[in-house]
């Protein structure tokens, strides 16, 4: 009991504890007189009694309200009433408190030894509200519905939207529809009974803009059951020019440069016959010969596809080329593998890999689709950045920064494969995918790290800039002005927090460059119901499971010790010392 005693004014303790001593010593002082007499020292003792109570009368002593220790249960939606039986079975004076979100979650206890929450969870910005309690957080089933999924949110014109995901606990009969912006069906899928089931739909990307698509849920009669949004924002088309340089002619590059002519890349194809003979091809493009490398005949094209064989036999002086165009003018160089290719040493490859006994693999965009690899896996290194990864999270393809520019390669092997085997689709988005994200693109004042366009009505949406500006202004349409907080370590990164009041497409603007934008799409909380209650689980589940392996002292409600009894043991050691020098005159 004595150690939960605490001073409301502890503040005051070196101030008071000067003056109690100061005092007690003028006392001293006084009675010195009374020296070597039993008198004095009964005076001076009373006289510190009576001195330490009024201190402690000043300091306002407080004690812990402890009330009953009790069990507490959170009820969030969702929750399970045949764990809430339990819970009462166990524990037969636990209370139950509805959780309301950006509500005080305890109003009538002040302690409790354990508070269970049921259900989704509680909301992360009230995870302040619990952190003076020992938290067990019992998670309830996965909800039924769409739990994951995953897309490009930002695609090119005449590109395949593809939108993946994970269904749980699907009811059979029940289809996914994949609606346009009319509302028109493009692509279904029929529901099978069983705990998960992934799903892949599809559809192509025809004109250039912001467009809302909807995933809806139908059941086995065609009733609707659910609708909600897939932002997605569709983009011109720019064209590269590529450089394909092979040391033969081979099938993967026949089916590669048909496609980015398709696509509408500026092409030149120079394949090796004999030796110093060499086959030119033009797509897109006039007829302009090209020679060994150099800084100028490399500087024009954005992208040089190598085979492995001609990357390791280039020149000395073609290599220092190559590398000055990547370095200084961002060229993107991809690198086409052979089995010899992961064996180079170190210092001439970019890449470090993993040997395994697979060589067969598939992408985690299309986990039924399989692709032929070589047995070897990317070593997942600082500063290696992945474009591909298989179901299992392994990269599969990837680059690595290079100066202004990007080096890239994979472990996937005959690709055009797919082509053959009827998955036109699958090897577009494969390809599309790598392209983009190593060709050149001119450097933009302002890019944004777009990792979603989803936000949600009233509730905060996150945003990330780099710019060379020097201090960035980011305001909304109605001209309310974003504070920013700058990166302690990167200067030109920024980051902001927004919460959005409007439906549908929202848009917030560079003040210093209004062609810097980022639009973004804002619904509410009726939509994504099961992936939003989904991933609050997985934030209690890691926020709780965290705070229960610390210790946690609870900080409780502290109430004044009523000072009478002080002031009566003050009054009365006065009253001696008064009293005392009046009965010894007598």
């Avoid at 939108?163 to 899928?189: Q, V």
């Avoid at 070897?376 to 299992?392: T, W």
Wanted: charged letters at 25%; hydrophobic letters at 40%; aromatic letters at 12%.
């Amino acid at each position: 009991m004595i150690e939960d005693i605490t001073f409301l004014h502890s503040n005051w303790i070196a101030y008071i504890a000067i003056g109690a001593i100061v005092l007690w010593l003028v006392f001293v002082w006084k009675e010195g007189f009374h020296f070597r007499k039993r008198k004095f020292w009964i005076n001076i003792t009373v006289a510190l009694f009576a001195i330490i109570s009024l201190a402690i009368i000043a300091l306002k002593p407080a004690v812990p309200i402890l009330g009953k220790k009790t069990k507490v249960v959170i009820l969030t939606n969702g929750y399970n009433t045949k764990q809430l039986d339990s819970l009462k079975r166990a524990h037969k004076r636990i209370q139950t408190f509805p959780y309301k979100a950006n509500q005080p979650i305890f109003e009538n206890i002040h302690t409790s030894d354990t508070v269970f929450v049921l259900g989704n969870g509680v909301a992360p910005f009230d995870f302040w509200q619990l952190e003076n309690h020992k938290v067990d957080y019992i998670k309830s089933d996965v909800p039924s519905g769409v739990v994951r999924f995953r897309y490009d949110h930002s695609r090119v014109v005449g590109e395949q939207l593809q939108f993946g995901g994970w269904y749980n606990n699907p009811t059979k009969g029940n289809r996914l529809i994949l609606e346009g912006p009319g509302g028109n069906g493009l692509d279904s899928i029929s529901l099978e009974s069983g705990k998960k089931q992934s799903f892949q739909l599809a559809t192509h990307l025809k004109s250039v803009g912001n467009y809302t698509f909807s995933l809806v849920e139908t059941d086995s009669l065609g009733k609707l059951l659910s609708k909600d949004p897939i932002p997605i924002k569709v983009l011109d088309r720019e064209g590269l020019k590529i450089l394909i340089v092979n040391g033969f002619p081979t099938f993967e590059t026949k089916y590669l440069k048909n496609y980015l002519a398709e696509m509408g890349h500026e092409v030149l194809v120079k394949s090796r016959i004999t030796r110093g003979k060499y086959k030119f091809e033009y797509f897109n493009t006039d007829r302009i010969p090209i020679g060994a490398f150099s800084e100028k005949n490399l500087q024009p094209f954005d992208l040089v596809i190598l085979d492995a064989t001609t990357a390791k036999n280039l020149g000395r002086g073609a290599r220092t080329a190559l590398k000055n165009a990547i370095k200084q003018y961002g060229l993107g160089l991809f690198i086409q593998p052979d089995e010899d290719f992961f064996r180079y040493r170190k210092d001439e490859v970019a890449f470090d890999f993993v040997k395994e006994k697979s060589t067969e693999t598939s992408l985690g965009t299309t986990p039924k689709t399989k692709i032929a690899k070589y047995a070897f896996l990317f070593k997942d290194q600082f500063q290696l950045q992945a474009i591909h990864k298989n179901g299992k999270g392994d990269i599969v393809s990837a680059y690595k920064h290079l100066g202004k520019g990007k080096v890239s390669t994979t472990v996937l092997q005959s690709t055009y494969e797919l082509l053959l085997n009827g998955k036109t689709t699958e090897y577009q988005q494969l390809w599309s995918e790598i392209i983009s994200s190593i060709g050149k693109k001119e450097s933009a004042k302002v890019s944004w790290d777009e990792h979603s366009i989803l936000g949600i009505k009233d509730q905060q949406y996150e945003f990330t800039l780099r710019t060379a500006i020097p201090e960035p202004e980011v305001t909304t349409e109605e001209g309310y002005r974003i504070a920013l907080r700058s990166d302690m370590d990167i200067s030109n990164l920024w980051t902001g927090t927004t919460y959005p009041k409007k439906l549908g497409w929202n848009r917030i603007s560079v003040a210093q460059d209004t062609t810097a934008v980022l639009d973004y799409f804002v619904t509410d909380t009726t939509t994504w119901k099961a992936k939003s209650s989904y991933d609050n689980m997985l934030r209690n589940r890691r926020h709780f499971g965290r705070s229960s392996i610390k210790n946690t002292k609870q900080t409780l409600p502290l109430a004044p010790i009523n000072p009478i009894g002080f002031y009566i043991f003050f009054l009365l050691c006065t009253g001696y010392l008064w009293l005392v020098p009046k009965l010894g005159k007598e």
